[in-house]
């Protein structure tokens, strides 16, 4: 009888345990739900900034391709590497999301 009580009670503390495991871990998918949440929202405004940096460039590019001179052709063609390189960049981190 000694063995059985024993036995029960050490049940009833492991259920306890399992009971407030169960809402630590509640708890954590909760916050990790809000991390992803935030780390999104992050993200998302760094490639809504990157964008408007690169038509800010592209505009830039544009107005210098029209006014260009032979001595500009050296920076014009940098800010066109430059441009396809942050084109490029963009274009492979959306398909990974």
Do not use: P, V
Not at 57 to 64: G, L, T, V
């Amino acid at each position: 009888m000694e063995e059985i009580k024993k036995n029960l009670t050490m049940i009833e503390d492991r259920l306890a345990k399992l009971d407030a495991e169960k809402e630590e871990l509640s708890q954590y998918y909760q916050f990790d739900k809000e991390r992803r949440s935030l780390q999104h929202a992050l993200l998302a405004q760094k490639i809504k900034g990157l964008h408007e940096e690169l038509n800010a460039i592209e505009r830039e590019r544009s107005e210098r391709r029209m006014e260009s001179t032979d001595g500009d052709a050296g920076k014009s063609s940098r800010l066109f590497r430059w441009c396809e390189w942050l084109n490029n960049f963009l274009t492979l981190f959306r398909r990974e999301q």
